[in-house]
């Protein structure tokens, strides 16, 4: 499983930080980022977290959070 956020629907609320801060951080523009993305900005989420990372993304308002199963 991979996830990435789509900066152009980020509003930066940080609601994604709070939920799973091992997998997103808010950049300086104040929008979210998945941390150590590839070149695409995606990251493999662990084995394990992959509930926690689910959640991080329906709890998005914009949606911006992207999971490729």
Known sequence: MKVWVNKEEC???GVCVAIAPNYFV???????VAI??????KVDVNPGDEELV????????????KIEE
Not at 26 to 32: F, N, T
Not at 36 to 41: P, T, W
């Open 11 to 13: 509003i930066g609320c």
């Open 26 to 32: 808010l950049e300086d523009d104040g929008k979210s």
């Open 36 to 41: 150590n993305g590839d070149a695409k900005g």
């Open 54 to 65: 689910k959640t991080a993304a329906q709890s998005c308002p914009t949606g911006a959070i």
